[in-house]
């Protein structure tokens, strides 16, 4: 949608009036002198659609139609923009459809729309001459699809390392911070609406996985399926993990790591060791942050709040002007490459040659250490540190029965390959000393 010089105000339709569409109402409202400077016209909203329309709303609507029908957006052809801030996939794929058939041009801030079906909608709209922007679908205010998009456009991008998801990094902040367990952390965001009623797609990193793909096809210009790339969610770390961590220099970060190598692509989501004092150690609470490093820039770091009401807001009302504008219809147009045939990129192995911090819960008997750590080094596995506690209580009944008490060996290796340390756990994991499913995060010292 070019700039063409009119001072007619710009009509946009909201598709969604929670918290994001409110914010939005909120901004462009409150800063409507502000924005008709930055657009060159004024944006007024004419129409929204949301599911209940008798619902109170956390903002002061002007006198507009408010409905169920997504038709008194496509139908008005006065309406040349959307904006899409409702979640999932249906009926929000069917909408995205509906509106850029109608002609409009549309921002949405839905990533698990863009990650499941981007192809065939970017596709869509390149063929109807239409526009997607959606800097509000990942890291909520930090503008980091602009950033990679369009402001390091001159760079091969060679890797991104980041922390994606706010609900994740807050629950893993309160456990370090106040030795809160998993459960109460979790809790206590859900208390102050960080966290869903189900967080499972932020705390399993399905949230993360889905931004890290988009964030991918920007740098990499690859589509991988969301689905594909590994992801291990933050419900395994407990706070002795958190403690063993903090005593060798290190905190747990729920890390997305997207790099090349050997001319493809190597991507993961899990927790990782993070060195205290690095950029993304430092990341805490609801925050985002984003490490690019391009081959003529170097390293570059972005951080900011990754979810909330008014930094996704700010996202969206960016993006409505700049379509406004005309930008948006000029970037899409390289940025959207992609089309429904476009086949996945085959992922490489996630063979990375890393430190790697392990926790194995043994019985204390003699002998034991030197069988593990024969076993590590038989996989070519070198240690750079060991450290043994006191035993884990067993309790009265336990000490009565002379039963050897469990305790955790807690290692941290040398640079080695991934392959070959979960090749050896699942020899040790195998022995009858061993207790449980022993742990193993990568070790960021970067």
Known sequence: MAHNGSTQPVRIGLVGLGTVGSGVVRILVDSADHITRHAGRPIEVAAAVVRDPAKERDCTLPAIPISTD????????????????????????????????????????????????????????RRLGRSIAFEAAVAGGIPIVAAIGECLAANRIESIRGILNGTSNFILTRMEEDGSSYAEALALAQAKGFAEADPSMDVDGTDATQKLAILSHLAFGDWVPWKEIPRTGIDTVDIDLIRYAAELGYRIRLVAVARRSNGRLAMRVAPALVKIGTPLAETRGAYNAVSIVGDAVGRMFFHGLGAGQMPTASAVVADIIDTVVGRTAITFRTTGLLSADTPAAKLAGVDASERHFLRIVVTDRPGVLARITGIL??????????????????????????????????????????????????????????????????????
């Open 70 to 125: 997504i038709g008194t957006i496509s139908r008005d052809p006065s309406i040349t923009l959307a904006a899409l801030l409702v979640g999932g996939l249906e009926p929000a794929r069917s909408m995205m459809v509906e509106l850029l058939e109608s002609g409009k041009d549309v921002v949405t801030a839905n990533k698990a729309l863009l990650a499941e079906h981007g192809p065939e909608l970017f596709e869509l709209a």
């Open 377 to 446: 080094g038989d996989h070519g596995i070198s240690i750079a540190s060991v450290i043994q506690h006191d035993p884990i209580a067993t309790g009265a009944a336990a000490a009565a029965a002379s039963v050897p008490p469990d305790v955790a060996l807690v290692i941290m290796t040398h640079l080695c390959p991934s392959s070959a340390v979960h090749e050896a756990l699942l020899s040790i994991d195998r022995c009858d000393a061993v207790r449980g499913k022993s742990v193993c995060l990568g070790v960021l010292d970067e």
